[in-house]
């Protein structure tokens, strides 16, 4: 591995790590301004139905993180990541610029452009932080915490922003300004590039053989048309939303296949290392399934039986990136700190105390049930209060895990090993989608909890089906939110006391990765 002590550095950190920062703060800006206002777009604007809604955005949501695995490779063997972003980028503004076109064509289209764009911009930027960095610097974990930040300050800023343009002056208007924000992304990114801030990294690879040509046409500029000939594919799939199953069991297939093949081409430690990679991305896919509800179900819960005070439902979605902003430079510290004093917890550990406070967050949402007013209402204190622990908890796990992977992969498939990890998210929105599905409400009291989870959503909410069936529509919603809430929020915490009582083996797998 290369010096990297030499480079640039800036608040002790290498240079690049900012330029990476504010890309990846405007592409989120883009990407969170997009979300906020997708789900409520379709259900107030397109008059979709709930089922129909969620359906489209847990499509959406998970191909944006199944296409990181195509894109690390691509990357990997033959792009590298610097054209990959690039490449990405473009792509994603053109998906944002389109969307302010209101026609079914530039809808899903529009939602296929990002997918495509994402897989080739999300798992090589993250991937790019961690070449800044040599194997064993302790600076890591916190570069990377920092990059977190940079992604939640987009988020932050993207609702608030985006819902205020979309209600002020029309939605079309708020899904344009997030194109600009990835154009802003686009233009920082190139700038580092011309600056020469990152030396050697992140292009293709030598034997890439970009300029050979098939056809008359070369490998680099097959690789750029067949990723515009997928648009059409993913556009079908999102409005077919109902066959996404069947992505999820090739997506799976392939996944163990090529990790079944690493696993067999590296030795030694390389390999239970590898192993590692593979635990905490199913860590992880839990994490996303329960956590994604925001965007989604959580959005509408906010709309329809939250008091909200001094912002709307959409906005709502930047909590969780105010807390991560107010809370990373903190964390960063604290693991620097940690680390010096030889007390951080290993990483195993993180992750299932991340998994338990997700839990807790989404019990927090069904506690505020017992509070509830004539409006089958909540006040807003429980939604800030959920959405501060599950923060907590993300900040335990996911930078983390971005920082892990890094370490853990080995180091040909590195790209590859990162969208496996982002392949988390494809699972966790599919799962999450499921999940969304189970709050709406169909016209009766048929919910999600019975038995054992009744008396548990009764013991947290202090709701229960019979009174809220009596009392009309909204407490009937109400309860289907409450529900959901409280059972999966049980079902999380507890697979999270399960992964600290296994953290001691996992530790042994990651030999000598902290």
């Known amino acids: 591995m290369p010096n990297h002590i030499d480079r640039p550095q800036l608040f002790g950190h290498p240079k690049g790590l900012f330029y990476l920062f504010f890309a990846e703060m405007w592409e989120r800006f883009s990407f969170y301004g997009m979300r906020a206002l997708l789900v409520l777009y379709m259900t107030k604007q397109l008059i979709y139905s709930d089922e129909m809604s969620f359906g489209i955005f847990a499509a959406y949501m998970s191909l944006v993180y199944f296409t990181p695995l195509i894109g690390g ?25 389109f969307l302010a076109i209101e026609h079914p064509i530039f809808f899903y289209g529009s939602l296929a452009l990002l997918i495509v764009g994402n897989g080739f911009f999300k798992p090589n930027i993250s991937t790019f932080v961690g070449t800044l960095y040599d194997q064993d610097d302790k600076r890591r974990d916190a570069g990377f915490t920092i990059f977190y930040m940079g992604i939640n300050i987009g988020g932050f800023l993207a609702p ?31 700038r580092g590039l011309k600056t020469d801030t990152f030396g050697e990294e992140g292009l293709p690879p030598k034997n890439a053989g970009l300029a050979l040509k098939f056809a008359g046409i070369s490998r680099e500029k097959i690789i750029y048309l067949a990723s515009f000939a997928s648009i059409p594919l993913f556009a079908l799939v999102i409005k077919y939303n109902e066959i996404e199953h069947y992505i999820v069991w090739v997506a799976t297939f392939f996944i163990i296949g090529a990790m079944i093949y690493i696993y067999r081409s590296v030795s030694g430690k390389a390999k239970t290392q590898l192993l590692v990679t593979a635990y905490f991305t199913i860590l992880m ?8 509800q925001a ?10 039986n939250v008091a909200l005070v001094g912002m709307n439902a959409a906005q709502t979605n930047s909590i969780n990136s105010f807390f991560i902003i107010a809370l990373a430079i903190p964390f ?40 509830a007013d004539e409006f089958a209402k ?18 335990l796990i996911s930078p983390i895990g971005l920082s892990k992977m890094t370490e853990l992969s080995p180091p040909k498939y590195l790209a590859f090993i990162m969208g496996v990890f982002f392949s988390s998210s494809f699972y966790g929105h599919f799962f999450a989608g499921k999940i969304a599905k189970l709050t709406a409400v169909k016209g009766d009291a048929n919910y999600f909890a019975q038995g054992y989870f009744g008396d548990l959503t009764h013991l947290i909410s202090g709701l229960d089906p019979t009174t809220t069936f009596e009392k009309g529509d909204a407490f009937q919603q109400l309860y289907s939110y409450a529900s959901v809430y409280a059972g999966f929020g049980a079902i999380t915490l507890a697979i999270g006391v399960v992964a600290i009582l296994l953290s001691p083996i996992i530790k042994r797998w990651m030999a000598g990765v902290h």
């Open 295 to 304: 965007g989604s179900s959580l959005t509408l819960f906010a709309d329809r």
């Open 378 to 395: 909540t006040p807003m204190f429980y939604l800030i209060l959920g959405y501060f622990i599950l923060t907590v908890g993300e900040l």
């Open 332 to 371: 960063s510290w604290m693991w620097t700190k940690l680390s010096v004093k030889k007390m951080n917890p290993n990483s195993a550990i993180k992750a299932g105390l991340g998994l338990v406070l997700l839990g807790v967050g989404f019990l927090v949402f069904a506690l505020g049930g017992h509070q």
């Open 285 to 292: 896919s839990l994490f996303w399934a329960i956590f994604e």
């Open 73 to 97: 490779l691509v990357a990997d063997h033959y792009l590298g990541y610097r054209k990959s972003i690039v490449l990405g980028g473009i792509l994603m503004a053109m998906g944002h610029f």
């Open 160 to 190: 608030l922003v985006c819902a205020w343009i979309a209600e002020l002056y029309g939605w079309h208007y708020g899904f344009t300004l997030a194109g600009i924000g990835m154009l802003a992304g686009l233009f920082t990114f190139t």
